[in-house]
C-alpha cells in the first residue's frame, strides 16, 4: 500500500500540534487503538477518545463522533478501516482539524481529497507511535 509523500519536516511539524481526538480509540490495552494513543498522552499530547461505545478511556470522556467535541482539534487520529473512512473524515471536517492522520494500513482515496479540498493535511498508512519515535 501507498502513503502520503510528506516530508520529514512535514511530519514533525504535525508533532507540534497537541490536540488529537483519536476515532475508534479502544480499551484494550492489546490494541494499537488503545497503546498508540495511550504512548501520546505519555508524550504530552492531549488525547480525546472518539468510540461510541465508551464514556471514557484512559480517564478520558469519550465522545461519540469528532463533530460532538465540546472543544476544538488540531489532529483526528483515525483506527477505522480503509472501507469505513468517508463517513469519520465527512464528520471530522465540521469540527476544522488541521490534519487527518489515517493509521498503518488506512487508506482511502475519496476520504482523503474530500479533507484535503476543506483545507485539511492528510497523512494514511502511518503510525502516529512509530513516526513519532522515529523522529523524535
Known amino acids: 500500500m501507498e ?8 511530519i ?14 479502544s480499551k484494550h ?14 508524550q504530552g499530547f492531549d488525547i480525546t477518545p ?3 461505545n465508551a464514556t471514557e478511556i484512559l480517564g478520558k470522556k469519550s465522545y461519540p463522533d469528532v463533530s460532538s467535541l465540546d472543544h476544538p482539534v488540531d489532529v483526528v ?10 463517513s469519520f473524515v465527512e464528520d471530522a471536517i465540521k469540527k476544522k482539524p488541521k490534519v487527518i492522520w489515517l493509521q498503518e494500513g488506512i487508506h482511502n482515496s475519496e476520504a482523503e481529497e474530500l479533507a484535503r479540498s476543506n483545507g485539511i493535511m492528510v497523512i494514511f498508512n502511518r503510525c502516529m507511535l512509530a ?6
Open 3 to 10: 502513503r502520503d509523500s510528506h516530508t520529514d519536516e512535514e
Open 12 to 25: 514533525k511539524q504535525v508533532f507540534s500540534l497537541k490536540k488529537i481526538a483519536v476515532i475508534g480509540m
Open 29 to 42: 490495552s492489546a490494541k494499537a487503538a488503545h497503546f498508540v494513543p495511550k504512548y501520546l498522552s505519555e
Open 50 to 52: 472518539i468510540n461510541p
Open 77 to 86: 487520529d483515525v483506527f477505522r478501516p480503509s472501507e469505513d473512512v468517508l
Open 131 to 136: 513516526e513519532h519515535q522515529r523522529l523524535f
